[in-house]
């Protein structure tokens, strides 16, 4: 087999960067990032043949029957992991995994969104989108029990020279050594949170990259003795950690089909289906875009985080936000989904955000009138308003009866996520916290 430009490419940058090992990246259903770690001298036999690994160890992916994966490399992904602490050079490249017959693995979380990026393309749409990034850095605890100290405490956008800010700083440098755009990075409302910014980048490559982000973010962290994390919600009484994701479609030369000068808003019809697709189907996508079950203690009222299945554009508890630009601007004009969280596996949220808002644009779903903050609590309280669901086992419901996401994620991913995640309330309800030993051990 001839390797292509693009891996030859590769293979001789891998040579003049001294790299001694390359490892092979992939993603589980449940987004966590596994690797095969490859001398340099197999890059040429790994893009020429794959490399094999068994699937069926993997949670989430084949099983036994059908164990025989094979990871192939997508050379557009290499990078240098100059943020690694070792004393060899590491390059990274993502991978695409396959079955022993050569087709790409239906169970492959990086090909659903692939197969759902093809089929806006079809339509001659892009996929754009520029996620906040959300995390908490802490003081390591000193025990299981203890819970973590915030590593500074920081307000929203506070000018600081704490050791955190530094960490950040150097995330930031890394990533971007790595071909990551960050557009900006500051301090969050909670003590030791933070927020990366992304440069606006189609889907694929994006899931790339805040795969990417989030490795570097915790070695970069552990490297400065701090622990960081993405979990939702890791301390009662402070700010969640979400990942608000703004979104448009472009036509292939970068048009941004969702602006229109002459709207109110500054968004076309086309934008207005899209958002109305999202609305319509929130409820179903949402175990996808929140996860665990520490999700819904994030996305509770009174928290800015979205509750109630509305846009707007001031009102930030909406579940859909059209951000308002300068006059000059307007053709920046984009739709930021505020209910997805940092623990998502990017590559399936962001699937399934795209089929429910292409599904709009299809069916022309009319969309809502807006709930702007001087009308919201009013609403709030004199109509019924659809919320999204209030726990992970209410999520999963949703999702088990949504046609649109069994469709979005293909038969084996939307099987094999649902039994994961009913795995994982199972084991919680079966677990007693301290809150209910404090509450009730001697008192009943």
Known sequence: MTLSEAAQTVVARAERDQIAYIDLQF???????????????????????????????????????????????????????????????????????????????????RGVLR??????????????????????????????????????????????????????????????????????????????????????????????????????????????????????????????????????????????????????YGLSALGRT??????????????????????YKRLVAGLEAPVYLTWAQLNRAALLRVPRNQPSGRERARVELRCVDPSCNPYLAFAVMLHSGLDGIQQETALPPPAEEELYAFNARRRQMTTLPTSLHEALEALEHSELASTALGLTVFERFLEAKRLEWNDYVLSVSPWELDRYLLNY
């Open 27 to 109: 993603t589980d259903i449940t987004g966590m990032v596994k690797m095969v770690q490859i001398p340099a001298r197999q890059l040429e036999a790994a893009f020429e043949h794959g490399i094999w690994f068994d699937g069926s160890a993997l949670e989430g992916f084949a099983r036994v029957a059908e164990s025989d994966m094979f990871l192939r490399p997508d050379a557009a992904t290499y990078a240098v992991q100059a943020w690694a602490s070792s004393t060899e050079r590491v390059a990274r490249l993502i991978c695409d995994v396959y079955t022993p017959t050569g087709d790409p693995y239906a169970g492959d979380p």
């Open 115 to 264: 197969r759902a990026t093809e089929i806006a393309a079809a339509h001659h749409y892009r996929y754009i989108v520029s996620p906040e990034l959300e995390f908490y850095l802490f003081r390591p605890p000193s025990g299981t029990a203890s819970p973590p100290q915030a590593g500074d405490h920081a307000g929203y956008f506070d000018v600081s020279d704490s050791q955190t800010q530094r960490v950040r700083r150097a995330i930031t440098d890394a990533l971007e050594a790595m071909g990551i755009q960050i557009d900006s990075a500051h301090s969050e409302v909670g003590d030791g949170q933070h927020e990366i910014d992304f440069a606006p980048l189609e889907a694929l490559p994006m899931a790339d990259a805040i795969m990417t982000a989030r490795l570097v973010v915790r070695s970069v962290a552990r490297d400065h003795g701090l622990l960081a994390t993405f979990m939702p919600k890791p301390l009662a009484g402070i700010a969640g950690s979400g990942m608000h994701t703004h979104q448009m479609l472009t036509d292939f030369n970068g048009t941004n089909l969702f602006a229109d000068s002459n709207d109110t």
């Open 274 to 295: 899209f958002m109305a697709g999202q609305l319509a189907h929130a409820r179903g996508i949402c175990a996808v875009l929140a996860p665990l079950v520490n999700s």
